[in-house]
């Protein structure tokens, strides 16, 4: 029973999706603060919670009302305002300012984050059911879809569009990799990254990255653990190819280093 009244929510969330991405009225545009519940204009909207910020970068949760579909592993925190009963999804997106800004509205704040963070952090979606398990990748592939990645390039590269450098992914790293990702979170299908001086995002077996812009010109040396990617002169966009196929990239946060070596 329990299963049939979970398909049929899913199957109505899936029939109301669609494409059309609406922009908030310039004059009506408000800057993003951590705390703040936004709504996300989308096709139907979707509320979504900044948790984090750094200069104009924002890490976002997607907040839901589907609230049979989105228990995983433990049963997330409970968000009311005005009527509605809001839950976190298990997973959170990188989001240029400009792009919150252009896309979404504040609705209200939530002071007491820490409960909301732990169970973003800890959540688990392995078992959790068929159709709560494709509800939850439902929707963070309609963030995907939205191709959020271009507007954030294009936030922060500018107008023009850079090429960059182009490497490629050394195969002997892909064991590697390959038994870390056995570890990552199966509840963070979010491929959009933010590590040591770089941001970026996985995109159909490529890593791009976006360096600091003061970067462009210098020697640096982009490093996966002990390992050496590249060493070379720096530019703004790096795309590193033929990145193996993984569930969740989130270790590269921590593993992947770029640095300065030198003007």
Do not use: C
Request: net charge negative.
């Amino acid at each position: 029973m329990e299963n049939n009244v979970q398909e049929i929510l899913y199957r109505n969330y899936e029939e109301s999706l669609g494409e059309e991405l609406v922009e908030v009225k310039e004059e009506e545009r408000k800057p993003p603060e951590v705390g703040q519940v936004r709504l996300f204009f989308m096709t139907p909207p979707e509320f979504v919670l900044v948790i984090n910020k750094k200069d104009n970068l924002n890490v976002i949760v997607p907040l839901t009302s589907y609230l049979q579909l989105a228990i995983t592993d433990k049963y997330p925190p409970l968000v009311k305002w005005r009527g509605y009963n809001l839950v976190p999804l298990p997973f959170w997106v990188y989001a240029n300012e400009k792009l919150l800004e252009k896309y979404s509205v504040p609705v209200f704040k939530i002071k007491e984050l820490d409960k909301i963070r732990d169970y973003v952090k800890t959540a688990r979606t392995a078992g959790i059911g068929e159709w709560r398990e494709k509800f939850i990748k439902k929707t963070a592939e309609r963030f995907k879809d939205l191709s959020l990645s271009s507007l954030i390039y294009e936030v922060v590269r500018g107008e023009e569009a850079k090429p960059g450098i182009v490497i490629p992914f050394p195969t002997a790293l892909k064991e590697r990799i390959e038994s870390r990702t056995e570890l990552a979170r199966a509840a963070q299908p979010t491929s959009y990254l933010k590590g040591e001086n770089w941001i970026g995002v996985v995109e159909e077996g490529r890593l791009i990255l976006h360096l600091p812009k003061d970067y462009a010109g210098k020697k640096v040396v982009i490093t996966l653990g002990d390992e050496v990617i590249y060493e070379g002169i720096g530019e703004e966009v790096i795309t590193i190819e033929n990145v193996p196929e993984a569930s969740s990239y989130t270790f590269l946060e921590e593993e992947l280093s770029v640095q300065v070596l030198g003007d």
